[in-house]
Each structure stands twice: as structure tokens, then as C-alpha cells.
């Protein structure tokens, strides 16, 4: 199966500071990536869609000024969490489709805002 | 939009015995239905998944059976082991919505020896 990576797969941060997590699709191109957030004991929740070479698209409730995402490439999507406060702890996680609708996962990044 | 249902929330069974996970959606227009198993910090992994032309699949132990009508959809686990325990989430899109995942609440299965 294809394979997708994240980087960093944890990061602690100050409160206020900036953190970037990088997606990138390994063996194939990805024009759309998506990007999850999961809290402890709870479900996937979607936070945008990464469109390469357009905007982002976001869904309700998810601050784009907040949660910077940039699609640059065909195999790279960045995630930049700004401002990050503790309410913003979570495990955050992008998905690519290679040529259908599978989706293939990262790893994860664990981010912790101290 | 999608709003994807998951029940139970947790469930126990012995080993050896079957496991069964509903989900229900709500968006006529969704045609995949993955399934994930997902362990402790690790992303999730897809074991089994049905589109919307299919009733029923099976993959060794793990079955998922789809009624479009009804709008639900299982996942069937037999002779359950040990390492089946996990986090199991179901979930729906639709390739007119950009193929984005409405996943479920999620069902913690515990295998019990």
C-alpha cells in the first residue's frame, strides 16, 4: 500500500509558539490531503481539507487563521498550529487517497502546549 | 452533512466468541465504508472496507455486511483473539463530497481470556 509520513511524531511547545507538522505522501502524488484531530478517548474529527495549489478548506468550527495549512507540492501538506495554547493538546493526523477513495493515514504527530 | 452513528461504545466478549459493531450514516450520497482498527498512539488501520454496490464482504474472520436501505452498516468479528483488542471506528464518505471521512464515535473491544 502507498505509504504516507508526519514529522515531527511528537512536539511540546510553549504556550503562544508556533508548530508545524509536515504530511508527506512517500510513493505517489496526493492533490488532496486531509487533516484530523483526535483528543484522548474520542473519534477522528476532520479540520480541513489540503488542496495543492489552492486553499484549504475548512470545516465549520475550525479557525483558518489558526490552523495554517499549505499544500505546496504534490507530495508535501503542512499543518501550522499558531499561537498554540493547551486546549490545543491533541494528536493530530493527515490522510492521502492514492487513486480511490482508500485513504492512507500517517502516523500522527502528539502535540503537547505546555 | 455526514453524520456517521457507532454502537457500542465498549464491548467485552470472550475469547473465541464473535464480536459485532453497528454504525448508521445519514448522507444518502456516501458509497465508502471503511473500517479501522486503531491501537494506543498509533494511526488507524484500515481491515475491511464495502462500497455502496456490495451487500457483504468478508476477509478471513472480519465480515462487514451494508444495508443501503436501512443506512447501517457492521462489522463482524469471529473467534475473536486476544489481539483483536483495539479501538474499532467505522466510518462514510462519498466521492461527490471529496472522498473526506465522517468517522464514528468509536467501540473500545476487549478480548477476554
Known amino acids: 500500500g502507498a505509504v504516507v509520513s508526519q514529522h515531527p511524531s511528537w512536539v511540546i511547545c510553549k504556550s503562544g509558539t508556533s508548530v508545524k507538522i509536515e504530511c508527506r505522501s512517500l510513493?505517489?502524488?496526493?492533490?488532496?490531503m486531509f487533516w484530523y484531530r483526535q483528543f484522548p478517548k474520542q473519534s477522528l474529527m476532520l479540520m480541513a481539507t489540503?488542496?495543492?495549489?489552492?486553499?484549504?478548506?475548512?470545516e465549520q468550527g475550525v479557525e483558518k487563521d489558526k490552523f495554517l495549512i499549505n499544500h505546496a507540492s504534490l507530495t508535501l501538506s503542512t499543518l501550522t498550529v499558531t499561537s498554540a495554547h493547551p486546549e490545543d493538546s491533541s494528536f493530530y493526523i493527515c490522510?492521502?487517497?492514492?487513486?480511490?477513495?482508500?485513504?492512507?493515514f500517517g502516523p500522527g504527530t502528539r502535540l503537547t502546549v505546555l | 452533512g455526514e453524520n456517521v452513528e457507532q454502537h457500542p461504545s465498549t464491548l467485552s466478549v470472550q475469547e473465541g466468541d464473535s464480536a459485532v459493531i453497528k454504525c448508521t450514516y445519514s448522507?444518502?450520497?456516501?458509497?465508502?465504508f471503511p473500517w479501522y482498527k486503531q491501537e494506543l498512539g498509533k494511526r488507524p488501520q484500515l481491515i475491511i472496507d464495502?462500497?455502496?454496490?456490495?451487500g457483504e464482504k468478508k476477509d478471513q474472520r472480519i465480515a462487514v455486511t451494508l444495508n443501503k436501505t436501512a443506512k447501517h452498516f457492521s462489522l463482524h468479528i469471529t473467534e475473536t483473539q486476544p489481539e483483536d483488542s483495539a479501538v474499532y471506528f467505522c466510518?462514510?464518505?462519498?466521492?461527490?463530497?471529496?472522498?473526506?471521512?465522517?468517522f464514528g464515535t468509536g467501540t473500545q473491544l476487549k478480548v477476554e481470556l
Open positions: 490522510s492521502a487517497p492514492q487513486s480511490s477513495d482508500e485513504q492512507f
Open positions: 510513493d505517489f502524488q496526493a492533490t488532496t
Open positions: 489540503s488542496n495543492e495549489g489552492s486553499k484549504a478548506t475548512y
Open positions: 448522507d444518502s450520497a456516501s458509497n465508502y
Open positions: 464495502i462500497r455502496s454496490n456490495v
Open positions: 466510518a462514510a464518505s462519498s466521492s461527490g463530497g471529496g472522498n473526506k471521512l465522517t
